[in-house]
């Protein structure tokens, strides 16, 4: 059951890039009470409920760069609860909201689904310091991605920055495609 639940949640987040549907409801529970004009509150200079000004804030050099996660100011802060400027402050997003949020920004950050795709340049691979791990037995380890080799992951533990090999198949389905992506090119 718990490999057919990964399997859900990787296929979910792959497919999230509807902004309306899966993003907007996101922001408007994490988010709005500090960053929306209904609120009246702009910290920061983010505003996630006026898609005008939201749209700003999505480009190469902005909050949230199309295609490129690791470099989106705003991934980073919601994705790595050791990050100085975390967000938000006194909660963390669930890992299936984190990464339905990196799939959407992977996927051009589009605010409207039926219009065209930005051209994206391509990104040199950055990934976040922290990522959520889940082993067979449904437990979660926070840690940073090192390398893949064969069927070995090595992780770096964030108290110590100890890296550590664990095995993929110790991994669940989810946690073990995460490994092949960050090791890919």
Known sequence: MKFLSALLLTAT???AADFKKDIAPIFEKHCYECHSDKTGKKKAGYVFDDLETLQKDINPKGGIVP???AESHIFK???DPEHEAHMPPKDNLSDKEIETLRAWITEGAML???APKPE???VKKSLPPILSW???EGKTIRAGFVKLEGDTVYLRMPANAQEVPYPMSKLDAASQELARECAAP
């Open 120 to 122: 994206m340049a391509p």
């Open 13 to 15: 987040a792959a497919a």
């Open 112 to 114: 409207d689904k039926n």
């Open 77 to 79: 802060v919601v994705a």
């Open 67 to 69: 295609g490129n996660p």
């Open 134 to 136: 889940t082993n067979f």
